[in-house]
């Protein structure tokens, strides 16, 4: 069982960048699609993008915001899952988590409960 493990959080000021990467400890994520997650707590969960297990489809949650200035990748090479953030503002504020889902493309992954291995998270802070 793959045990996700995330990295890259820390604290930037309003407009900067972090690239966030997501590796697996227990196996490897090339066989499986990884989607990206933030949560405020005491909010509920937001999903933010999924990528297919070969690259080759992306999948954004319904956020413009989010559309427009994170980006997904992966290198199966380096077994990452990589979320780009860019010209984040405090509301981006989060713990972020990547997680697996089964189906290797992105179609497969319609839910949160379509995912079964968790990250513990990496807490992005944003000051203005």
Request: charged share 20%.
């Amino acid at each position: 069982q793959v045990q996700m493990v995330e990295s890259g959080g820390r604290e930037v000021q309003a407009g900067g960048s972090l690239r966030l990467s997501c590796t697996a400890s227990g196996g490897t994520l090339s066989s499986y699609s990884v989607g990206w997650f933030r949560q405020v707590p005491g909010k509920e969960r937001e999903f933010l993008a999924v990528i297919s297990w070969a690259g080759t489809q992306t999948r954004y949650g319904p956020s413009a915001s989010v559309k427009s200035r994170f980006t997904i990748s992966r290198d199966n090479d380096e077994k990452a899952v990589y979320l780009q953030l860019d010209n984040l503002t405090p509301e981006d504020s989060a713990i972020y988590y990547c997680a697996a889902c089964r189906h290797p493309y992105t179609t497969g992954c319609p839910r949160d409960d379509s995912y079964f291995s968790w990250g513990l998270g990496t807490q992005v802070s944003v000051s203005s």
